[in-house]
């Protein structure tokens, strides 16, 4: 069994910045990357920020130069740093870890950015 679990979700002004988390579990094989997705009302799934077995990163026009993701190999961890938040960013984010042939997905965690 394969599980993801987010973190680090809350409510910050304008401006401010926020580190999430997602704790991998469970055997996984043939990985071809993990990212951060997000939902906010009105709109559909959007692909934040994602990282390939082999370190190559890619992010949203939206977010370039305010997020960064990355990952902690020994804790199995993945972690997005957000900072320069703006109201368009609240969402609820959704950790996924992708391969050939399957996908996994967290709970996802809350995030608003508020004055």
């Known amino acids: 069994q394969v599980q993801l679990v987010e973190s680090g979700g809350g409510l910050v002004q304008p401006g401010g910045s926020l580190r999430l988390s997602c704790a991998v579990s469970g055997g996984i094989f043939s990985i071809y990357g993990m990212g951060w997705y997000r939902r906010a009302p009105g709109t559909g799934r959007e692909l934040v920020a994602s990282i390939t077995r082999g370190d190559s990163t890619n992010y949203a026009d939206s977010v370039k130069g305010r997020f960064t993701i990355s990952r902690d190999n020994s804790k199995n961890t993945l972690y997005l740093q957000m900072n320069s938040l703006k109201p368009e960013d609240t969402a609820v984010y959704y950790c996924?870890?992708?391969?050939?042939?399957?996908?996994?997905w967290g709970q996802g965690t809350q995030v608003t950015v508020s004055s």
């Open positions: 996924n870890l992708f391969g050939s042939d399957y996908s996994y």
